[in-house]
């Protein structure tokens, strides 16, 4: 037929390999995603499965946006948009949101960002008298994090050093938070899940009569929750057809396990594996020194990988003296690249292990003149203004949600500081109470209500008023219209717009969201969910997904973002002891080797020039201190290297 025309003998077994558990282990480049992409057009054309049937699991939303795109071209937009097709948290914030009442939760909870968690590990370190300079909340929330994914509750936390200690002690507390504020982490959105399947088997089959088909991308960085989670979804039907690549497996950090294939085999007997040899992304110089650097893992299986693309230029080395210069090599050597009209801008991508890398890289894109694109750090949803505005809607669709509150009572300024703020606070505190209820308590004068002065009073109950006003429209009102009446009932435009350039281009921003709110008034459901699953998308958009894809500019990205992705032109940066490996790394064995994996991951984007850097000297922490090339360059053998 017509669809597998442009797979090769493999691929085409593994896209019409026939139901029950089926495992695509293959290497990069070798068309996993594009197999699990036309298994699902074959499941719904040939097979005739209904696209609601289907659940394909990614690891990005943006890699979500791209196999929906493609299978739009496939099957047809009205078929693809029967489809589940999303993240695991997700996939997970829709079923918790319709199942909310079986599972126990609000069902106007709010997704809790990377920020909010932090701040609540933060506050439950004070409550706790804990120096949170001491210990750092994100390190505390890393920690919390872990037992999560392994589900470890609270109470069966087994602390094994001092550090684990504090980490026993602010665990309770902070779960308890997040829950007086109506708020779910990211981790509780599959924890959840599971439990919620656990507790009704009712509920869980009907989920595994809809989901007859599970199909999961980047299976080597599930987890302990995930794995659970699709083993329970696919636990009726049993056809689960997932794509690995154990060597690509960098999320360990987060509690990613690749031994998950390996249970998988044990969980069943009669998985079929298929394997997949061709690389078509990549030149034989770019596979032969990716299979160089990763070959000195421990514990793996070699996979066969062969390209048709011939040999390519040869990887090109550069020892820079500083990181200054190093940056002004890439920008240089990616402007002559694109003077000589060797390669458009946007086919290059510069990656390095911290984002801190990233500082001296746009301070010489900036020197001379050209965009780029920078994966993560000015996340667009991470400005002030976006959250902003982001608080004041999520505290609309849900008042108690104290930490949005705390963040606009005061935004613009309006009258109600720092000492009002405590006296609410220390209402609260004694009921553990939301900040919204002394907000109304105080409105109407109940007994117990926070002691305040008139001035402050007023201003309080003005705030009170102005926000019931919103919550009163909410459940007529889109997205877009909501955030439009938030802006001129708080005046808001004038408070960002200070004269400045930058209080133009904060403004532009809030615009921006606008447009991206608008979309959610068209979908066709009623305003109140459609502000919903906005704020339920709008927490879940990771570092990755803030990528404009129609901009001809460089991508900046950290080798963990470049997951999955390819690009022509590739130079990886800071091939240095202490960074690549990493200093936290370079003693245990296990650490060591998901740096090596990761820095596989990054060779392997390349589809046909390479180049690797490294600087003699770099500022750390304020002082400049002498570095030393990688010991990975080292297994990379000198007939494929040109030194520049
Ligand atoms: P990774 O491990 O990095 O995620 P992958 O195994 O998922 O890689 P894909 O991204 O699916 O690989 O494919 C790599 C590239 O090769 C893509 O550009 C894809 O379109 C192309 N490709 C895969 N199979 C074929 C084929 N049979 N014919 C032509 N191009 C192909
Ligand atoms: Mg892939």
Redesign the pocket.
Known sequence: MELLE???PQ?KQAVTASDGPVLIL??????????LTYRVAWLVLEREVPPYHILAVTFTNKAAREMRKRLETLLGYDRARRLTLGTFHATCARILRREAEAAGIPHDYVIFDADDQRALVRRALRELDIDDKQYRPSAVHSAISRAKNEMIPPDAYQPSSYFGEIVRRVYGPYQELLRANNGLDFDDLLLETVRLFRRHPDVLRRYQERYRHVLV??FQDTNTVQYILLHQLSGRHRNLFV?A?ED?SIYRWRGADYRNIFRLREDHPDLLTHL?E?N??STQTILDTARAIIRHNPNRTEKKLFTQRGRGPKIMLHEAYDQEDEADFIVETIAQLVRRKEARPGDCAVMYRTNAQSRALEESFIRIGMPYRLVGATRFYARREIKDVIAFLRLIHNPADSTSLRRVINVPPRGIGQKTLQALEKATDKQRASLWWAVEALTREEENAPALGSRAQRAVAAFHRMVSGWIEARATTTPDQLIERVLGDTNYEAYLRDGTDMGDSRWENVQELRTVAADYAQTGSDPGAALTDFLADVALVSDADNLADDTDAPTLLTLHSA??L?FPIVFITGLEEGLLPHIRSMDDPEELAEERRLLYVGV??AKNRLYLTYASRRARYGSYEDSYASRFLDNIPHQLVNEL
């Open positions: 442009s797979l090769n691929q293959a290497g990069p480049g070798s068309g996993k995603t594009r197999v991308d980047e794509v690549d690509q997949l061709q078509y992304r997951k999955g390819e392997t984007r």
